[in-house]
Nanobody, 125 residues
Framework: VQLQASGGGLVQAGDSLRLSCAASGLTFSSYVMGWFHQAAGKEREFVACISRSAMITYYADSVKGRFTISRDNAKNTVYLQMNSLKPEDTAVYYC???????????????????WGQGTQLTVSS
């Protein structure tokens, strides 16, 4: 299984950016997908998750109303659209996959079976 996250970069506060995570080696539509971030010196934190069918999504309070998670099961890809970016969004963003039936809001890395390598987002003020 491989998860390849991309789309990070250096942006200014208030800008928008979309992250992508391309999955291979798994039946993508059978996996819940999540996005997490890890700021320097901090633990990895849950950002958003999406159910297998994309019918259910959950978000961390810090990103509600600004970030949108979506998926394209035909392209084996999950996205994170990030709007109104803030300096505190600066972090490495990871995508994760799990074969569970439910979208999981958790900061515990072991709750997701597979992880991508991360993509850096830096938001300048």
């Amino acid at each position: 299984v491989q998860l390849q996250a991309s789309g990070g970069g250096l942006v200014q506060a208030g800008d928008s950016l979309r992250l992508s995570c391309a999955a291979s080696g798994l039946t993508f539509s059978s996996y819940v997908m999540g996005w997490f971030h890890q700021a320097a010196g901090k633990e990895r934190e849950f950002v958003a998750c999406i159910s297998r069918s994309a019918m259910i999504t959950y978000y961390a309070d810090s990103v509600k109303g600004r970030f949108t998670i979506s998926r394209d099961n035909a392209k084996n890809t999950v996205y994170l659209q990030m709007n109104s970016l803030k300096p505190e969004d600066t972090a490495v963003y990871y995508c994760a996959a799990d074969p569970s039936l439910r979208c999981k809001m958790t900061n515990a890395p072991h709750e997701y079976d597979y992880w991508g390598q991360g993509t850096q987002l830096t938001v300048s003020s």
